[in-house]
């Protein structure tokens, strides 16, 4: 009798953990969302190749809309005048990430890169 008890009990354990560790586990992930924006594969933005055709070595990606503007609030830096688009937008830089708000505060964009050879996030537009 006692070794049933402690089999159930055992049992009822598991499952009782495996049920929290779901929740958690779902909990932490956060709500999936749609992407908006593109992608398109090309070189290095920072190799000048003199009228040479650029090896095809990053995915370049351009967010617009709900996920660039989670993006840009995640980003902790100050945001700065964007001298390139000179229309009153302003962006926020993380490393080589980019992202604008337009000055309506209405359309948000991101530009970044990846190298997944090098496993770097570089530069996804040049001003």
């Given at each position: 009798m006692l070794i049933i008890r402690i089999y159930m009990n055992t049992n009822l354990l598991?499952?009782?953990l495996f049920i929290l560790m779901?929740?958690?586990?779902?909990?932490?992930?956060?709500?999936?969302?749609?992407?908006?924006?593109?992608y398109y594969l090309g070189g290095d933005l920072n190799i000048?190749?003199?009228?040479?055709?650029?090896?095809?070595t990053h995915m370049f990606f351009y967010l617009k809309g709900?996920?660039?503007?989670?993006?840009?609030?995640?980003?902790?830096?100050?945001p700065v005048?964007?001298?390139?688009?000179?229309?009153?937008?302003?962006?926020?830089?993380s490393g080589n990430i980019q992202c604008t708000i337009s000055k309506s505060q209405e359309?948000?964009?991101?530009?970044?890169?990846?190298?997944?050879?090098?496993?770097?996030?570089?530069l996804g537009i040049n001003c």
């Open positions: 598991r499952i009782i779901t929740l958690i586990y779902t909990h932490s992930l956060g709500e999936n969302k749609l992407l908006s924006g593109s000048d190749l003199q009228n040479n055709e650029p090896e095809i709900d996920s660039a503007e989670d993006l840009y609030n995640l980003i902790n830096s100050k005048y964007d001298f390139c688009l000179d229309d009153g937008s302003m962006t926020k830089f359309e948000y964009n991101c530009y970044f890169s990846i190298n997944p050879n090098d496993q770097k996030i570089d």
